[in-house]
T-cell receptor
């Protein structure tokens, strides 16, 4: 079936360090999967961080980047230098632009950035 | 102003009682969704709707009903709440058109069943 697996948390890094959160997916029933990273800050709902709908392309937002790699079925989230304000839960998600437009989520990765 | 709101934000319910969670969106979206999240798991789809007065089952519908009386409102109903339904519930809306399936989420409702 369709599924998403991401780095299990919690992850703790120091401010200005680099970050990578791994995400791999299986899209057996989705012909052209869309890939997303959502972020949830404390007390808030999930909000879209970045998206890529075409294999081989890279999405970026707020210093975060992720490349849609169809060969390795991966969509890892990276940032060169994290800030304390990046502390949040990050979710990788898989979706399709048809049918129910449902999203399939990974389990989330709790990130804490130490000052 | 928040485009997807949920009420209540938290609730404690007794086993066997009835619980109704409400969601309201001002995005003018056709699609609305209810997800639950348990510790260590991703969000899982319970029910969704793509038009008023119609709902569809998601991946884990057992023990839940949904109601979509208008485009803006979508409720999740637990007729007989059980301990296993303790979780955080998220509502979301989506346009259902365009090139990608972005969803917009509410802040979540933390439900504790005792």
């Amino acid at each position: 079936g369709d599924s998403v697996t991401q780095t299990e948390g919690p992850v703790t890094v120091s401010e200005s360090e680099s970050l990578i959160i791994n995400c791999t997916y299986s899209a057996t029933s989705i012909a052209y999967p869309n890939l997303f990273w959502y972020v949830r800050y404390p007390g808030e709902g999930l909000q879209l961080l970045l998206k890529v709908i075409t294999a081989g392309q890279k999405g970026s937002s707020r210093g975060f980047e992720a490349t849609y790699n169809k060969e390795t079925t991966s969509f890892h989230l990276q940032k060169a230098s994290v800030q304390e304000s990046d502390s949040a839960v990050y979710y990788c998600a898989l979706g399709q632009s048809s049918g129910s437009w449902q999203l399939i989520f990974g389990s989330g990765t709790q990130l804490t950035v130490m000052p | 102003e928040a485009a997807v709101t949920q009420s209540p934000r938290s609730k404690v319910a007794v086993t066997g009682g009835k619980v109704t969670l409400s969601c309201h969106q001002t995005n003018n979206h056709d699609y609305m969704y209810w997800y639950r999240q348990d510790t260590g798991h991703g969000l899982r789809l319970i029910h969704y709707s793509y038009v008023a007065d119609s709902t569809e089952k998601g991946d884990i519908p057992d023990g839940y009903k949904a109601s979509r009386p208008s485009q803006e409102n979508f409720s999740l109903i637990l007729e007989l709440a059980s301990l296993s339904q303790t979780a955080v519930y998220f509502c979301a809306s989506s346009d259902g058109t365009g090139d990608y399936a972005e969803q917009f989420f509410g802040p979540g409702t933390r439900l504790t069943v005792l």
